[in-house]
């Protein structure tokens, strides 16, 4: 089997008005992403999507459009069952992991349609096929958070992410005690509560606020920049630290454990370079003890479903977080995929080959091919 082109789809999709966005980094208000299709000699054509947050890893739809487009002409003729040489190809350039991740995505999915098998059995089978999804609470007032988790608790949701912090500026640390006070307040003692700063707190800062909160049994994720940051607070309180910005990488995950910066690390596909790659950096926490939620870039409903059979095949019982697609106005996926349903993702056809998607392509445009 031989790659005899490559298309490149840049793709805008803005937010329901009402379910915008906020996080430290600001407001976002729609998905800039790229998707990639990679067509084989054999008619199989594999789907990946690149999901960038400038803030968050330095990707942008721009940036992964140059990197696919410089390195599109180069997997022309390759085997796509060829996966970890590919990818050893793509890291000649250092970074760029969401662009990578479109590339991975859909190489799985190649690989998958033609072997006929869903991706989860090649992540090594199925352990669970139902998995609960967490649903995030965007920065707003104590009132406001309070009454949107209860609406995400009565939706079915078990687990709540709270968004707080504010990168680039002051916090007020009382307002963010009362917004977690709030929340816990309104939704009980029986839904796990994760406060994610998105790095948007100064060391000292994010000490004095999460003193404040550990009665009120919360997680604590990203609360500031860096390993070293991570490393910092955690000496310094007893509530659950989880790295996220701060674990994109193999490597990361070694330094987080050397330096003993978190009590769990929040495991992405889409900004860790694709399925591969996490594999690799779920077998070192696994193999060190250290726990793992899984969680999600923006994305679309495809990404969302190729990140869920990494879920499917390794059951961690912390909610995953592949909800993006519901924030959007319209759902690229045409058949298959994510189902979602009280708090609990599962895919249409267990039996699907690959990702097990379809795409409206109506909703893609004009591609850069490259052949």
């Not at 965007?138 to 912090?165: C, S």
């Not at 889409?270 to 060190?288: H, N, P």
Request: aromatic share 6%.
């Amino acid at each position: 089997m031989k790659i005899t082109k490559i298309d490149i789809h840049p793709i805008s999709i803005p937010y329901i008005p009402e379910r915008v966005f906020t996080v430290s980094y600001g407001a976002i208000d729609s998905v800039m992403n790229v998707i990639v299709k990679i067509h084989t000699d054999e008619g199989i054509v594999g789907l990946g999507e690149a999901a960038p947050v400038f803030p968050f890893n330095g990707e942008s739809q721009e940036s992964c459009m140059a990197f696919l487009s410089r390195f599109a002409p180069k997997l022309i003729g390759m085997n796509p069952m060829a996966l970890t040489s590919i990818l050893e190809l793509l890291d000649t350039v250092y970074g760029n992991l969401a662009a990578k991740t479109a590339i991975d995505f859909a190489l799985y999915d190649i690989i998958g349609k033609a072997t006929k098998q869903p991706i989860y059995n090649l992540l090594g089978g199925l352990r669970k096929d139902k998995v609960p999804i967490h649903m995030t609470v965007p920065i707003k007032t104590p009132k406001e958070m309070a009454q949107e988790a209860t609406k995400r608790v009565e939706e079915g949701f078990r687990t709540i992410e709270m968004k707080l912090g504010r990168v680039g500026a002051s916090v007020d640390a009382d307002l963010e005690v009362e917004r977690i006070k709030s929340v816990r307040d309104a939704v009980g003692s029986g839904v796990l509560l994760i406060a994610d700063a998105n790095t948007g707190w100064a060391p000292h800062t994010a000490i004095s606020i999460i003193r404040k909160i550990e009665q009120y049994d919360v997680f604590i994720e990203q609360p500031t920049k860096g390993i070293a940051g991570l490393a910092e607070v955690k000496r310094s309180v007893s509530a659950a630290i989880v790295a996220d910005e701060s674990c994109s990488t193999p490597e990361d995950t070694v330094e987080i454990l050397r330096r003993d910066a978190a009590d769990m690390i929040s495991v992405k596909p889409a900004k860790m370079g694709g399925l591969y790659k996490t594999s690799r950096i779920i077998a070192i926490a696994e193999s060190a003890g250290l726990p793992y939620r899984y969680d999600g870039m923006e994305s679309t409903r495809l990404t969302c479903t190729a990140s869920l059979h990494m879920a499917m095949a390794t059951a961690k019982d912390v909610a995953g977080g592949f909800s993006q697609y519901t924030r959007q106005q319209k759902d690229i996926v045409k058949k298959g995929g994510l189902i979602l349903e009280k708090g609990v993702a599962s895919v249409q056809d267990l039996d699907a080959p690959g990702i097990g998607v379809e795409l409206d392509d109506s909703f893609l445009g004009t591609p850069v091919t490259f052949s």
